[in-house]
């Protein structure tokens, strides 16, 4: 697994090394700037992220909450 | 392997050319439209700085439903129901004013109510004669001053959550800064939680020295017990967020994620039992520290003219043993520009905690102990359906409702847990 995840990781950074980032003006970003673009979760989402948070050990790393309240049911 | 790295590369290759091809020159530079009698040449800059009053900008309610049933509870000891239904609601009221120039301030008021009813709280009595059910609320504050000139913000936030046997309080501080040709940014956000736990025993585990004979999670009992002098133990949850995101082209961008998190203090919950192999009970026992790593990464890729990809991946790791993968995928397909439907799917798997075991194989000489199926080995698939509608004059013809989002989904875990969630949420500016 964490070969796996190290090679993930690799083959990650070498395509955005390999790949330039262009430098976009304002009217290139018209599709970027559409809201199901958006690099964040959707507020629909938001007791989803709630739930899953409780009923799975892993959490984080998805700009939800780390902590707070209880789950205990 | 060397297939992927060969696609990767080739994908990179193309996406460099892609560049090359949207580097010409901007011409829209050029275009400044000639003098005429309404902008004389030379003209004063009349664009000086006016204070905006303070405005309510959107407010945003998100309501759900979440129905899960289950065998595995920990109330009692990874065995019963754990039959739940939960219906959450939160309003969010974005406040903006401006009394600097290029400074913008929004203010963001949350208030969140749930109502749960849960099957195995019932059995925190022996008998199951506890109350079922059960309320939280969960209000917040987040201010943000955003430089209008170079993206850059920063913020502070706190947080309150309050169920009868679970106190949080938390807050965090917040900043992100864009990179020079604004196409990336980068963001950081330092949060903790400060909680109590009250400590409220199954019936037959309450110690002797405490004169409580509260039995339920919720706060009453059939008894009619006191609620009164219930000791509480502190739960600490520090984390620091860091993200990066990138504009690769005029249809891709990505997103980096990683959080530090560390917890301290009562992590277990009183609630839960723990049978041995002897077949006496007891309640959970878990380490008084943790410590979590999530690693995640977003693309999100505008494929054609009405197809869009987003995508996540999630590492994770911490100390209690558990290592687990996360993938998402959610396709929305724009029907018209200000409606979509999205069909989306979610893969989890985690590894157990060296904590955890079923019900009745824990021995009695164990240090730390769970029957928690929250921490045991599992899969989990989560898919459905997502709509989004967005007109420009106002959903359903009213300008007031600019947005309305519905959501359901279906979620299933190897140990038999299944649920259902749908969710609502409308934007109002």
């Given at each position: ?11 990650a950074?070498?395509m955005?090394?390999?790949t ?9 970003k018209s ?13 629909v ?9 409780y009923?799975?050990?892993a959490s ?8 707070g ?5 | 392997?060397?297939?992927v790295?060969l ?11 892609n ?8 011409t829209?530079l ?5 003098a005429?009698l ?5 003209s004063?800059d ?14 945003d309610?998100?309501?759900?439903y979440y129905g899960?049933?289950?065998d ?6 990874g065995i019963g129901t754990?039959q ?7 309003l969010?009221l974005?406040?903006?004013w401006?009394?600097?120039?290029q400074?913008k301030?929004?203010?963001?008021v949350?208030?969140?109510f749930?109502y ?6 019932a059995?925190v009595?022996k008998?199951g004669?506890?109350s ?6 969960y209000?917040s504050l987040d201010?943000?001053?955003e430089n209008?000139?170079?993206g ?19 807050a965090?501080?917040h ?8 196409n ?10 400060f ?5 409220i025993y199954?019936?037959?585990l309450?110690p ?11 706060g009453?009992s059939?008894g009619?017990g ?19 995101s990138q504009m690769?082209n005029s249809?891709?961008q990505v997103m980096?994620?990683g959080?530090l998190?560390?917890?301290h203090?009562?992590?277990?919950l009183p609630f ?5 192999t002897?077949?006496?009970?007891t309640?959970e ?7 979590k790593?999530?690693?995640?990464f ?10 869009i ?5 999630r590492?994770?790791q911490d100390?209690w043993g558990i290592k687990?993968n996360t993938?998402?995928?959610e396709v ?9 439907i ?6 989890y798997?985690?590894s157990?905690a060296?904590y955890f075991?079923p ?8 240090e730390?102990?769970?029957s928690n199926y929250e921490?045991?080995?599992?899969n989990?698939?989560?898919?459905g359906v997502?709509?989004r509608v967005?007109?420009?004059k ?13 959501r359901?989904?279906?979620?299933t ?7 259902d969630?749908?969710?609502?949420s409308?934007?109002f500016?």
């Amino acid at each position: 697994m964490i070969k796996r995840l190290v090679s993930v990781t690799a083959c990650a950074v070498l395509m955005l090394s390999v790949t330039s980032c262009v430098h976009l003006k304002e009217y290139q970003k018209s599709r970027l700037n559409d809201s199901e673009m958006a690099l964040g979760n959707r507020k629909v989402e938001k007791n989803e992220l709630n739930f899953e948070s409780y009923r799975e050990a892993a959490s984080g790393a998805n700009a939800g909450k780390t902590g707070g309240g209880c789950g205990c049911n | 392997m060397r297939k992927v790295y060969l696609s990767v590369i080739g994908f990179s290759l193309l996406c460099r050319l892609n560049s090359y091809a949207q580097t010409r020159q901007d011409t829209s530079l050029y275009t400044k439209p000639a003098a005429s009698l309404y902008s004389p040449v030379n003209s004063t800059d009349t664009s000086t700085y006016n204070p905006r009053a303070l405005k309510i900008d959107e407010i945003d309610f998100v309501t759900s439903y979440y129905g899960q049933t289950g065998d595995h509870s920990a109330v009692t000891g990874g065995i019963g129901t754990e039959q739940v239904t939960d219906i959450a609601n939160s309003l969010t009221l974005n406040l903006v004013w401006q009394n600097k120039p290029q400074k913008k301030n929004t203010l963001a008021v949350g208030l969140g109510f749930d109502y749960h009813s849960a099957a195995s709280q019932a059995f925190v009595s022996k008998t199951g004669a506890s109350s079922p059910t059960g309320t939280r609320i969960y209000p917040s504050l987040d201010l943000t001053v955003e430089n209008t000139k170079t993206g850059n913000a920063f913020g502070l936030g706190a947080y309150y959550s309050g169920e009868y046997n679970y106190q949080s309080l938390g807050a965090d501080l917040h900043f992100s800064q864009k990179t020079a040709d604004k196409n990336g940014e980068f963001s950081a956000k330092l949060q903790g939680y400060f909680d109590q736990v009250k400590l409220i025993y199954p019936s037959e585990l309450i110690p002797t020295s405490t004169t409580t004979v509260v039995t339920s999670a919720s706060g009453t009992s059939s008894g009619g017990g006191t609620h009164a002098n219930i000791p509480s133990s502190p739960r600490t949850t520090l984390s620091a967020s860091f993200s990066y995101s990138q504009m690769i082209n005029s249809r891709l961008q990505v997103m980096f994620l990683g959080d530090l998190v560390t917890q301290h203090g009562y992590l277990s919950l009183p609630f839960h039992r723990v049978y041995f192999t002897n077949g006496k009970d007891t309640v959970e026992h878990l380490p008084s520290s943790r410590f979590k790593l999530p690693l995640g990464f977003r693309l999100n890729y505008f494929l054609g003219d009405n197809i869009i990809l987003r995508t996540y991946y999630r590492y994770y790791q911490d100390n209690w043993g558990i290592k687990s993968n996360t993938v998402g995928i959610e396709v929305p397909y724009k029907i018209t520009p200000f409606f979509s439907i999205s069909p989306f799917y979610r893969y989890y798997n985690q590894s157990a905690a060296k904590y955890f075991a079923p019900y009745e194989t824990h021995s009695p000489t164990d240090e730390y102990y769970t029957s928690n199926y929250e921490y045991s080995k599992f899969n989990a698939n989560f898919f459905g359906v997502g709509f989004r509608v967005a007109p420009p004059k106002g959903v359903f013809g009213w300008q007031g409702l600019h947005e309305l989002e519905i959501r359901y989904g279906h979620y299933t875990q190897t140990t038999d847990l299944a649920s259902d969630v749908v969710s609502l949420s409308l934007g109002f500016k």
